[in-house]
């Protein structure tokens, strides 16, 4: 199975006896193994895996922990992401366990599937015999293991800083983790169970309602906000408030202090080139350059035309040549005569002389000539294709005669569609032409054309408006372009006309019955009613193609240009381009301010997101009541031994906060001290290990055989016994 990391394999496995335990906490945030009596775990990674498609292979991969991020481009991870298999703080996902067993294994150096060493290995509190018992058979069957011993990580945390003087015998020892967080009573160094207590809120909690305050208050950084960002942001800058209620009030109000409290996190930002205006040396250069390049266009356009004339001059030269030595054929030969040159008939190779003269004329830029030759032989051609037009109807039979009228159709739709053609000819040459003028006026002088093009477009834009304000108000201003005009001064002439029409039909009928449609002269009102009578419309077209015209050639010459909006009834002309703000620095900074320690107070207030549970300080003043023991003194030790670990007491202020929440609990006068682990992440690993290299840690374990003799009964009680 190919696994995909960036953790080294260890090479040392084989120096190891058999007898020396493996040494495992599987954390829900991250599964840490080593060899037991050292101080430091050799394999550290999160507690994760994906299993992506290669792109191009269609391989299924496994990618266990900590990875390269630009490995992600080779592989498919949209159908998988990252899983776990923990719920909450109890594995129930064995198929992933054994991926991440797997790959710890093969980092810490085991060759082949066997394991043949004794495993201690963490788990939470209370954990659920289901669990242990999918875990056991998981090591035992799949990597065949001497022996196996569960314990709990906090407990192994809390002996280790035992050692160290950190706490006592009699204390409590509080575990925020990854998505719970327990208290656990010891009494004469061994935990109480009985008293334990579990809230479902942890560091993963922290991380998920900090990833959603930056994503509501940066929606565009929000691709900025990945886990693992904002759990280096939670990690850095949270911390826990004396005070919430008191905290917020300070940054509501402003001032120094709150300033000094707020943190900013710079987004990777690259500021916009500042552009220098040109020396005149430099526009003059670019200048010549145009200049160049221009002309060289020009030549090139120039042989490019001489280049279409002479192979046009050449295809009309051949065509008249074709025609005369048609004309010497003898009627019997033109077939034979026709297959040999690949034209079907004489009216074909007459229409493409006509074509390629016209192509000629256009290449030449010549004005289109009179069509008297083109008439003879467009008559020519008629008399040939329709012979019945022009014989008188009594020479005809009916037959005939209905062949005349069908000629007669087709020449006349013919002739329609040859002069709108030619129509559309004329005006493409036009256009053309005046696209070649255009272009050398700005070839001559670029800022001359440039002013008149401005010019032309404001003076054109100015009378299209003229004209609708004109025909909006009917022609009364009323010393003013907008506002101010009744109903009849914003009707033109031919609205009041169609308005008078109106009245007439319903006032002018007299009292009685209305007889009105009963004459066909009152069905000519609707004429009139819908008779369009403004005389500009030609005009006002004509305008506005040329405005629109003049329009798209300054965009294509000038980069700062930008049309004017049309205005509408709903919407005042706008003559000023909307400004837009470039960004800055300060867009790309992250502001964390009630950030910092609204997040982490869900430790105390789970309520905050939705959980309704009790807080750190509440925990110990439920676990002290769960005792069997009912002894003030007892209660005292344990009070003034209260123990943090887990990787959320890193928190600055934790410990402050919490002695302040169990003060307000218990009587007044009772001890209270809080203590932090020497290493909060690690001191759990430690304390497994230094417990595993005891010479009787084997008394502890179980064997395969004692696990399937025993049953699942025996291995509900199990308990190692944590001081030996």
Known sequence: MPFISKIQRQTDYNRFPPSTPIVIDNGASYFRIGWAGETEPRVIFRNIVQRPRHKSTGETVTIVGDHDPALLKYFDCTRSGPRSAFDSNVVFQFEIMEYILDFAFDRLGANGSRIDHPILITECVCNPVYSRSKMAELLFETYGVRSVAFGVDAVFSYKYNQLHGICEKD??????????????????????????????????????????????????????????????????????????????????????????????????????????????????????????????????????????????????????????????????????????????????????????????????????????????????????????????????????????????????????????????????????????????????????????????????????????????????????????????????????????????????????????????????????????????????????????????????????????????A?????????????LTKEDFQIVLGVERFRCPEILFHPNLVGIDQVGLDEMTGVSIRRLPSKDKALENRLTSSVFMTGGCSLFPGINERLEAGIRMLRPCGSPIKVARALDPVLDAWRGASLYAANSRFHQQTFSRADYYEKGEDWLRRYQVRYTL
């Open 171 to 568: 204390g409590l020892a509080i575990c925020p983790g990854f998505t719970t967080t327990h208290v656990i009573p010891f009494v004469d160094g061994e935990p109480v169970y009985k008293g334990c207590c579990r809230t479902n809120i942890g560091g993963y909690h922290i991380t998920d309602y900090l990833k959603q305050l930056l994503s509501l208050k940066y929606p565009h950084h929000m691709a900025r906000f990945t886990w693992e960002k904002v759990e280096d942001l939670k990690m850095e800058h949270c911390y826990i408030a004396p005070d919430y209620a008191l905290e917020a009030q300070l940054f509501q109000k402003g001032g120094k202090e709150a300033e000094d409290k707020t943190r900013c996190w710079q987004v990777p930002w690259v500021p916009l080139p500042t552009e220098e205006p040109p020396s005149e040396e430099e526009i003059a250069r670019k200048a010549a350059i145009r200049e160049r390049q221009g002309q060289r266009l020009r030549e090139m356009a120039e042989a490019k035309r001489s280049s279409r004339i002479n192979e046009l001059e050449n295809q009309l030269h051949g065509l008249e040549f074709l025609l005369q030595q048609l004309g010497q054929v003898q009627e019997e030969d033109i077939p034979s005569f026709l297959s040999e040159t690949g034209y079907a008939s004489k009216q074909e190779i007459e229409l493409t002389l006509t074509k390629v003269t016209q192509s000629l004329r256009k290449a030449k830029g010549e004005p289109k000539p009179e069509q008297a030759e083109n008439e003879e032989k467009a008559d020519s051609c008629t008399s040939d294709k329709y012979p019945l037009i022009n014989v008188p109807d009594n020479m005809l039979t009916p037959d005939q005669l209905k062949e005349k009228k069908r000629q007669i159709f087709l020449k006349t739709t013919t002739e329609g569609r040859q002069r709108a053609k030619q129509k559309c000819v004329e005006e493409e040459l036009e256009r053309e032409r005046k696209t070649q003028q255009d272009e050398e006026r700005r070839l001559e002088n670029p800022q001359l054309y440039l002013e008149q093009m401005h010019t032309k477009y404001k003076e054109l834009y100015e009378k299209i408006e003229l004209r609708k304000r004109l025909k909006t108000n009917g022609g009364h201003t009323n010393g003013s372009n907008s506002g101010g005009v009744g109903r009849g001064e914003r009707l033109n002439a031919a609205q009041r006309e169609r308005m008078r029409l109106l009245t007439t039909a319903a006032f002018d009928r007299g009292k009685g019955e209305d007889t009105f449609g009963a004459k066909d002269e009152d069905w000519q009102l609707y004429k009139l009613m819908g008779k369009d009578n403004d005389d500009d419309d030609d005009g006002a077209d004509e305008d506005e193609a040329e405005l629109a015209r003049v329009s798209s050639r300054l965009q294509e010459i000038d980069s700062t240009f930008v049309p004017k909006l049309e205005p509408t």
């Open 570 to 582: 709903s919407q005042p002309t706008i003559t000023e381009v909307p400004h837009v703000r470039p």
